[in-house]
C-alpha cells in the first residue's frame, strides 16, 4: 500500500533523499574513469615496475640520473621564468587599461587579444615566432640591416627562446584572471584610504596589493602549470633538442628513448605530481582571494 | 600632472604588450607574402589536399567532441544541481583533473590502456579517432562544466523543472527543451571555445596518428618555406574567429570562458 501512496508523490521531491539519485552521476564518473582515471593507473602501475616485471622503487630513484633531473629542472625553470614574467607583466598590462587612464575601448581590445592569445599556442605560435627572431626572421633582419646584433642567430631554439615564445600565452592568461580582481577593488577602499592621507603609493602598500596578492600569487602558479605541461609548441620549435619534461615523454611514448618504460611513467608521475601541487595551491589562494570579492 | 606623467608609462606598458602580440603575426605575413607570385603561399596551402582534409577532419572532431561534451556534462551538471548537492565537490574535482594531468601524459596513459584488450581502440582508424574525441572532451571538461554551471545557476532549474513536470513532460523533453534553450550561451561559448582548441590540438593527435590540422602543420613545416606561414596565419584567423564568435553570443552577460589553456 505504501508504495502507492509514495509513487504520488512527485518525482522532484521524492527523490532528493533517496541514494538513487547517484546513479545518474554514473555516465560521468564512468567516462572519467575510462579516460582520466585508468590510463593515470596504468602509468601509475608500470611506474612500481622494473623491465623484468618485478615491482621496484627503483625508477622513482632513477628520477636523480643527470639527464631526467636535468629536463625536470629545465621545466621548472622555463615554467618559473615565464610564470613571473607573465605574471608581471600580466598584471601592468591589465593594470594599464582598467586603471591607466587608457581609453575603454583598448581594454576591450585587450581582453579580446588575450582570449585569443591564450588560445594561440602550439605549432603555428611556434612557427610566428620562427619567423620573427628566427635566423632569418623579420626582426633579426631588421636589426641586421642597423647593424645590431642583439641575440644569437639560433636564439629562437634555446631555453630563453622558448620562453619568449611562452610569454604569448602566459600573459594574456594573466590579465584574463586578474582582471576581474582588480576590478573588483571598490573604489571606497581608494577613498577611505585617501581620506585617512594616505598617498597612492600607501594605499597601494597596504590596501590594494594585500588584496589582490592571493589571485597575483594564485595566477602565477597557474601560469607555472600552464608552461609546465605545454608540449606542442616546445616540439616544434626545438624538435627535441632541448630536454624538457613534456618532450622527453612525447619521445617516450614514440620510442623508449630512456631505455626503461618504467622511468617513462615515473617522469610523466613526476609530471602530475608538480601539477597537481600547483593546481592545489591555486584553487586554496583562489578560494581566499574570494573572500573579498562577495558583495 | 602627476596622472598625466603615469598615464605615459601606462601607455607605454600598452604599446609594448600591442608589439610583442603582433610583431610575430606581422613577420609571419610577411614572411608568407615573400613567395612568388603574390599569395602564392596561400594559393599553393589552399592546393594542397591534405590542407582541406586535415582541416575537415579536424572541424568533424571538433563538432563530435561539442556534442559528447554536452551529453556527458549538461545532465550531470543539472543533476548535481537539482538532486545531488553533495555531490558537487566531487564532479568539480574530477573536472579539474585535466589540470592535473597534462595532455601529454593524458595520451600516455591512453595509448597504453588503449592499444591492448579489452579495448584495442588504436587498431583501427575508426578507434583512434574515437579515443581522440575522449581524449579532447577530457579537455574540455573544466571549462565545459564551469560554463554550464554558471550557465545553471543564472536560472531557476528547480522551478523550471517542476513546471515542466507538472505539465507531463519527461526528462529528455525537459533537458532538451527547456534547460538547454535556457543555458544557450553558456553552451555556446564553450563550443566555440572547444573549437578553436581542437583546431589547434596537437599532442594528442599527433600521438594518436590521427590526420589532424594541427599534425598537418607540423609535417608541412618540414617540408615546406612560405606555405606554413600561410597556413599558421589561417590558424590564427580561426582561432579569432572562434573568440570573436565567443563575445558575440557572450554580449550583455556574465558567462565568458575563453581559457582553454597552453599547449
Same mark, same amino acid.
Given at each position: 500500500m505504501t508504495t502507492v501512496v509514495e509513487r504520488a508523490v512527485p518525482p522532484v521531491r521524492r527523490?532528493?533523499? &533517496? #541514494? $538513487? #539519485? $547517484?546513479? &545518474?552521476l554514473v555516465p560521468f564518473f564512468l567516462f572519467a574513469f575510462l579516460f582520466i582515471v585508468a590510463p593515470v593507473i596504468y602509468l601509475v602501475g608500470g611506474s612500481f615496475q622494473n623491465n623484468a616485471g618485478e615491482t621496484t622503487l627503483q625508477n622513482y630513484a632513477d628520477l636523480a640520473t643527470p639527464t631526467v633531473a636535468t629536463a625536470f629542472l629545465t621545466s621548472i625553470e622555463i615554467s618559473l621564468v615565464t610564470a613571473i614574467a607573465g605574471g608581471v607583466f600580466g598584471f601592468l598590462l591589465a593594470y594599464a587599461v582598467i586603471l591607466g587612464g587608457l581609453p575603454r575601448v583598448l581594454r576591450d581590445a585587450l581582453m579580446t587579444f588575450s582570449g585569443v592569445a591564450s588560445n594561440f599556442a602550439g605549432v603555428p605560435l611556434a612557427l610566428a615566432f620562427i619567423f620573427t627572431v628566427g635566423q632569418l626572421g623579420l626582426l633579426t633582419v631588421w636589426l641586421k640591416t642597423l647593424g645590431i646584433q642583439a641575440y644569437p642567430p639560433n636564439f629562437i631554439y634555446t631555453k630563453t627562446g622558448l620562453e619568449l615564445v611562452y610569454l604569448y600565452f602566459q600573459f594574456p592568461l594573466m590579465v584574463l584572471i586578474i582582471a576581474p580582481a582588480i576590478d573588483g577593488l571598490r573604489p571606497e577602499w581608494r577613498e577611505a584610504a585617501e581620506n585617512m592621507g594616505a598617498s597612492s603609493a600607501q594605499y597601494w602598500r597596504s590596501v590594494a596589493l594585500p588584496i589582490l596578492f592571493p589571485t597575483i600569487l594564485g595566477t602565477m602558479i597557474l601560469l607555472f602549470g600552464n608552461s609546465f605541461g605545454a608540449q606542442a609548441t616546445a616540439y616544434q620549435l626545438t624538435a627535441g633538442t632541448l630536454p624538457i619534461v613534456p618532450v622527453i615523454i612525447g619521445a617516450q611514448i614514440s620510442g623508449d628513448v630512456l631505455h626503461n618504460p618504467g622511468l617513462g611513467y615515473a617522469m610523466a608521475m613526476g609530471m602530475v605530481i608538480v601539477m597537481a601541487v600547483a593546481i592545489t595551491v591555486y584553487t586554496i589562494l583562489q578560494r581566499r582571494a574570494e573572500r573579498w570579492r562577495r558583495r | 600632472m602627476r596622472a598625466r606623467r603615469s598615464s605615459v608609462v601606462w601607455w607605454l606598458v600598452f604599446a609594448l604588450g600591442l608589439l610583442y602580440f603582433f610583431l610575430p603575426l606581422y613577420a609571419t605575413l610577411d614572411f608568407s607574402l615573400k613567395a612568388k607570385p603574390f599569395l602564392a603561399a596561400y594559393s599553393n596551402a589552399v592546393g594542397d589536399p591534405g590542407f582541406f582534409s586535415s582541416l575537415l577532419y579536424s572541424l568533424t572532431i571538433g563538432v563530435i567532441t561539442i556534442v559528447a561534451s554536452l551529453v556527458l556534462i549538461v545532465p550531470t551538471a543539472y543533476w548535481v544541481q537539482l538532486?545531488?548537492?553533495?555531490a558537487r565537490t566531487a564532479v568539480e574535482f574530477v573536472t579539474l583533473l585535466p589540470f592535473v594531468v597534462p595532455a601529454v601524459v593524458l595520451v600516455f596513459g591512453l595509448i597504453r590502456v588503449y592499444s591492448r584488450a579489452p579495448l584495442p581502440l588504436t587498431h583501427t582508424d575508426l578507434g583512434g579517432s574515437a579515443l581522440l574525441v575522449f581524449g579532447y572532451v577530457v579537455l574540455s571538461l573544466p571549462y565545459m562544466y564551469r560554463a554550464v554551471d554558471t550557465g545553471l545557476r543564472s536560472i531557476d532549474i528547480r522551478s523550471l523543472t517542476e513546471a515542466a513536470q507538472s505539465m507531463g513532460a519527461g526528462w529528455p523533453t525537459i533537458l532538451l527543451r527547456i534547460i538547454l534553450p535556457n543555458v544557450r550561451v553558456a553552451l555556446l561559448s564553450g563550443a566555440f571555445l572547444t573549437l578553436a582548441i581542437v583546431l589547434g590540438e596537437f599532442t594528442i593527435a599527433s600521438f594518436l596518428a590521427r590526420p589532424a590540422f594541427g599534425p598537418y602543420l607540423n609535417l608541412l613545416s618540414q617540408s615546406k618555406a612560405y606555405e606554413p606561414a600561410a597556413v599558421s596565419l589561417i590558424s590564427f584567423a580561426l582561432t579569432w574567429l572562434a573568440m570573436i564568435a565567443i563575445a558575440v553570443v557572450g554580449r550583455g552577460t556574465r558567462v565568458r570562458v575563453q581559457i582553454g589553456g597552453a599547449r
Open positions: 527523490a532528493r533523499r &533517496g #541514494s $538513487w #539519485s $547517484w546513479l &545518474g | 538532486r545531488v548537492p553533495r
